[in-house]
T-cell receptor
Framework: NAGVTQTPKFQVLKTGQSMTLQCAQD?????MYWYRQDPGMGLRLIYY???????DKGEVPNGYNVSRLNKREFSLRLESAAPSQTSVYFC????????????FGNGTRLTVT | AQKITQTQPGMFVQEKEAVTLDCTYD???????LFWYKQPSSGEMIFLIY??????QNATEGRYSLNFQKARKSANLVISASQLGDSAMYFC??????????????FGTGTRLLVSP
């Protein structure tokens, strides 16, 4: 089982460029999430999708858009990248049980210069 | 106010000893869930243990146990018999409210654990 797969693993962008981070899960989970991790700040929720067809803002949504393409796939788009978006991005998924943990992908390290 | 507070930026422990990583949380919701994750230097996030607010007993998973003190709003992770492979960053996280089908977790800033031979 692949679990949660994120692409790419690394990316360098110039300020103003756009890109889409891809995420797919093969665990038939309903919910998917995008987090960013910055040094000393833990993980912060950017957007989440409770189920196919719905998306909602998390704690730090500014500068990002998301698409829940189908049950498996949840993408994160940076329309005009800024240096403040330099971070490690994690996609995660979970099922419906109350004790269900988030299953994370391996992360995308993004640098914006 | 911080929802999750991990006051120990770094901890050191010798191999085979036990170590406690602190986590306090802040919520007024009677229903919540607490999670611990491990992040090794390779970067992946590994789920360790879960405690629900209504669980009567402290959660245990192998060498991991959760010292859950509800009145003090603390959920400390105890690792028994530390191993070199336990060296990693450890995150405490909380879901507030009933699980309505998704888990919006709020994470602490983490504690870096170093296990020495």
């Amino acid at each position: 089982n692949a679990g949660v797969t994120q692409t790419p693993k690394f990316q360098v962008l110039k300020t103003g460029q756009s890109m889409t981070l891809q995420c797919a899960q093969d665990m038939n989970h309903n919910s998917m999430y995008w987090y960013r991790q910055d040094p000393g700040m833990g993980l912060r929720l950017i957007y989440y999708s409770a189920s196919e067809g719905t998306t909602d803002k998390g704690e730090v949504p500014n500068g990002y858009n998301v698409s829940r393409l189908n049950k498996r796939e949840f993408s994160l788009r940076l329309e005009s990248a800024a240096p403040s978006q330099t971070s490690v991005y994690f996609c995660a998924s979970s099922d419906l049980l109350s004790n269900s943990p988030l299953h994370f992908g391996n992360g995308t390290r993004l640098t914006v210069t | 106010a911080q929802k999750i507070t991990q006051t120990q930026p770094g901890m050191f422990v010798q191999e085979k000893e036990a170590v406690t990583l602190d986590c306090t949380y802040d919520t007024s919701d009677p229903s919540y869930g607490l999670f611990w994750y491990k992040q090794p230097s390779s970067g992946e996030m590994i789920f360790l243990i879960y405690q629900g607010s209504y669980d009567q007993q402290n959660a245990t998973e192998g060498r991991y146990s959760l010292n859950f003190q509800k009145a003090r709003k603390s959920a400390n992770l105890v690792i028994s018999a530390s191993q070199l492979g336990d060296s990693a960053m450890y995150f405490c996280a909380m879901r507030e409210g009933q699980n309505t089908g998704f888990q919006k977790l709020v994470f602490g800033t983490g504690t870096r654990l170093l296990v020495s031979p």
